[in-house]
């Protein structure tokens, strides 16, 4: 018997939550007499952790997918997804170049290399591209009056047929926690953009659920590229993913394999870090840190067992970690433990418990982890719902 612990995925999450984004795009701008924005479905990192190709799947209704790996935009290329692809960092090096025509890529131009390279090429076709502009974030792009040579050098390309089509494009350092510092990009960028009528994209999740932004914006060929709410998780401290009423799409859970009783005042696990403080349950595991769930995670971290919440006790170890089953008499081996997702505490939970974010929690299930793809076309969500 394979070792009880699955990442169970769900597509029908990913396009539910896809849905969601357009819906509220759809209403803020009929509210504000413009066209809704085109979305990127943002694919990067293995779909956050969720699969290129269930990525490519469940997003199918998105107007174009963004990533960096040249891997993954082939991949995309080769499951038949013809509409557009980003390259958010562009390309790495100008022998990348035959491969961004071949695949019929868009780059994003942020660096005077990547523009020398493109001088120096002669695509069989000409490329898409972003002009990449740094109103704060202090990452990647353009600053100052580099912005105006980079869009004349670009302009210069577009005549020469290197370049097709050519946007504007910025990233915002606190769209999760800031709409006054993001307004202020906002205008940084209005200010610095070269071409105020040419498509341009500037939100992601966060900007993009803070549909207040969208009155501070140019009416013009918008796109956004949420990635993190698309997995159902919150770009934001304060508000949950189902506030917005999106759903998890990714559910690690683990079988308990052993019970231990503890008696008050030991300890349990490496170090000892938790203490029982009466005579506890205490359910085993088969989850540790080398399946990906963080070493970090406190006692107290939330999880359900057998549908019931409780709270991680003890230090994370290798293989297995440990949870208080106490006040639930039914729990045992063979119970099921949600760490997060569907039927547990959401990853935002966790993470925040953990002293990180969802994102990184999504993104670091190992390969030992067996992946179920959930086939059923409702979530769990959509079951409750109807009940
Ligand atoms: C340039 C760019 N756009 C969009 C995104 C998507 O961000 P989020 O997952 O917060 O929506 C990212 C992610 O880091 C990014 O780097």
New binding site residues.
């Given amino acids: 018997m394979p070792r009880p612990i699955q990442l169970r995925l769900s597509p029908a999450a990913l396009t539910h939550n896809l849905a969601v984004v357009r819906h509220r795009l759809q209403t803020v701008s009929t509210q504000l007499q413009r066209p809704s924005p085109y979305i ?1 479905a ?1 694919i ?1 990192a293995n779909a ?1 952790g969720h699969g290129i190709d269930l990525g490519v799947q469940a997003f199918a209704q998105a107007d174009g997918l ?1 990533m ?1 790996d040249f891997n993954e935009a082939i991949r995309c290329r080769e499951l038949g997804w013809t509409k557009p692809i980003l390259l ?2 562009g390309f790495f090096s100008a022998d990348d170049l035959d491969l961004v025509a071949r695949y019929d890529l868009s780059i ?1 131009v942020h660096e005077v290399a990547q523009l020398q390279a493109l001088q120096q090429f002669s695509p069989a076709r000409p490329i898409s591209t972003y002009l ?1 502009i740094n109103t704060g974030m202090h ?2 792009g353009f600053a100052g009056a580099a912005v105006e040579e980079a869009w004349h050098a670009l302009r210069a390309l577009q005549q020469q047929r290197v370049v097709r089509f050519l946007g504007t ?1 910025t ?1 915002f350092a606190r ?2 926690s800031s709409t006054a510092q993001t307004l202020a990009q906002i205008e940084r960028f209005q200010q610095l953009n070269p071409a105020p009528v040419a498509p341009f ?1 500037v ?6 659920l803070n549909t207040s932004l969208q009155s501070h914006l140019p009416a013009t060929e918008q796109w956004v ?7 159902g998780a919150s ?1 934001f401290d304060e508000e949950a993913a189902a506030d917005y009423g999106l759903r998890p799409a990714q559910t690690l859970s683990a079988g308990i394999i052993s019970v231990q009783r503890v008696q008050p005042g030991e300890g349990v696990g490496y170090g000892h870090t938790f203490e029982a403080e009466r005579a506890l349950r205490v359910g085993v595991v088969a989850c540790g840190y080398a399946d990906g769930y963080p070493r970090h995670a406190p006692s107290g971290t939330p999880v359900t067992v057998d549908g019931q919440r409780t709270r991680l006790v003890g230090r994370v170890s290798m293989d297995m970690l440990t949870v208080d089953i106490t006040d639930l008499p039914a729990a045992g081996v063979g119970s099921q433990v949600v760490l997060w997702g569907a039927g547990g505490p959401s990853v935002d939970e966790v993470a925040q418990s953990a002293g990180t974010i969802g ?1 990184e929690l999504l993104t670091a299930v190992t390969a030992r982890v067996p992946r179920v793809v959930d086939s059923s076309t409702t979530t769990h969500q959509e079951d409750n719902d109807e009940k």
């Fill in positions: 990127w943002v990067k956050y963004a960096l958010l960092e994003v990449k990452r990647l494009m990233h769209a999760d994209s939100c992601n999740s966060a900007a993009t590229r949420p990635g993190i709410c698309l997995y770009p994102y």
